[in-house]
């Protein structure tokens, strides 16, 4: 069974960072994807950062330079570091996994599995 716990969020000025982890479990098998998703108030969700289980990583043109994804294979925790934030990456902000999928990258739409979880707010 496939668990997602986000953690990490909060408030930060302009030009600030911050890093969210989600501890994953039951996630395994050999295509499997794991990824940050956003959803401001408003808008449509979007995929922001994807890595596969090869390492692979893939960005949303939103947050490329900025933001970078990791996975500690160790820990079974996924991160995501973001600096540079500006008001506009202001939003909820999900862990989503697949557990088999060719489908990693931004563009796609949503995910079986999903955390519950975590705000960030940028102030200007």
């Known amino acids: 069974q496939v668990q997602l716990v986000e953690s990490g969020g909060g408030s930060v000025q302009s030009g600030g960072s911050l890093r969210l982890s989600c501890a994953a479990s039951g996630v395994t098998g050999s295509r499997y994807c794991l990824a940050w998703f956003r959803q401001a108030l408003g808008k449509q969700r979007e995929g922001v950062a994807f890595i596969e289980r090869d390492g692979s990583t893939t960005y949303a043109d939103s947050v490329k330079g900025r933001f970078t994804i990791s996975q500690d294979n160790a820990k079974n925790t996924l991160h995501l570091q973001m600096n540079s934030l500006s008001p506009e990456d202001t939003a909820m902000y999900y862990c989503?996994?697949?557990?088999?999928?060719?489908?990693?990258?931004?563009?796609?739409?949503?995910?079986?599995?999903w955390g519950q979880g975590t705000q960030v707010t940028v102030s200007s």
């Open positions: 989503a996994a697949d557990t088999w999928t060719y489908y990693c990258r931004p563009g796609r739409p949503s995910m079986p599995y």
